[in-house]
């Protein structure tokens, strides 16, 4: 035995201590580096630089309802791969793993409960399900969201986060646009006001329909809000955008939003609309 192996095994053996590999987060925006649990205290938002990180809808319904109490709503019944489609994989099998991923049914779900004890139906599209993209599925989940508003005399409130209509449903993603704008217009025979909550990104056909047509329409600070991409514009207009084109800041400052809300406010500010919107009955 050399003295290289002496030395080796005299030195007592000391057991690696193992890290979790999700105990810190690290800001895309700024790179601080935060504890993961401070960080989902904080609403997913960076501390130093209050960069809104992306949420699902559980998240969000926890943060909105009176104490995170909430009914949701069964997702609506669809034909799946109506088209079937496949380019490097089987749409089904996409399906398959986005729901394995999220736990979700597909992209958009909703919700009913109070608001500072308003009434209030809400809907959530989440990004991490297929990029939030607008198919049969999401269609029938908005019409379904108004139709609850409308029996619960509520505002319905849509949180958007979308890539566009859906690829793999070809024009029957399209379908869908006409078909929710026909949806608010229902709500709003009824009275009854509709919300839209942009977060990022909020992108394509779900832009160019339900997105915007709110009563009032609210975006988080630096979500990216837009129809096509802004390289896809510069290359057909031949010119430089401006710095920051496409995020909510400066859709605000050019009259296509009524207010950039940060998430820590934005309870107390559905709550408000809520109250100015849909007052409550005086009695007799």
Not at 2 to 22: A, G, L, Q
Not at 29 to 54: I, Y
Not at 89 to 103: E, N, P
């Amino acid at each position: 035995m050399s003295w290289i192996d002496k030395v080796r095994n005299s030195i007592p053996f000391i057991v690696k201590r193992e890290t979790p590999e999700n105990l810190w987060y690290k800001c895309p925006q700024c790179g601080a580096m935060t504890f993961l649990k401070e960080f989902e205290e904080n609403q997913s938002v960076c501390p130093k630089c209050q960069f809104h990180a992306r949420i699902g809808a559980d998240k969000r319904f926890d943060l909105l309802f009176d104490s995170g109490v909430h009914t949701p709503l069964p997702a609506p019944s669809v034909r799946e791969d109506p088209l079937r489609f496949r380019d490097t994989k089987r749409y089904v099998d996409r399906l398959k793993t986005a729901r394995t991923t999220t736990g979700e049914t597909d992209a958009l779900l909703n919700a009913k409960g109070e608001i500072e004890g308003r009434k209030a139906v809400v809907g959530v599209q989440d990004f991490a399900f297929m990029g939030g993209s607008m198919g049969l599925a999401v269609g029938a989940a908005f019409v379904a969201g108004v139709e609850a508003a409308i029996a619960e005399k509520a505002p319905y409130i849509i949180f958007t986060a979308a890539g566009g209509a859906r690829m793999q449903e070809g024009i029957l993603s399209l379908m869908q646009m006409p078909k929710t704008t026909v949806a608010i217009q229902m709500l709003h025979e009824a009275g009854l006001p509709y919300i839209v909550v942009m977060t990022d990104p909020t992108t394509g056909g779900v832009t160019a329909s339900y997105a915007m047509l709110g009563d009032v329409q609210l975006a988080e600070p630096g979500a990216l809000i837009g129809f096509a991409g802004q390289r896809v514009i510069e290359q057909t207009i031949r010119e430089k955008l401006p710095e920051g084109f496409q995020r909510s800041e400066y859709l605000l400052d050019h009259g296509m939003l009524d207010m950039v809300t940060h998430r820590h406010q934005l309870r107390e500010t559905l709550a408000k609309l809520i109250a100015y919107l849909t007052p409550e009955a005086i009695p007799a």
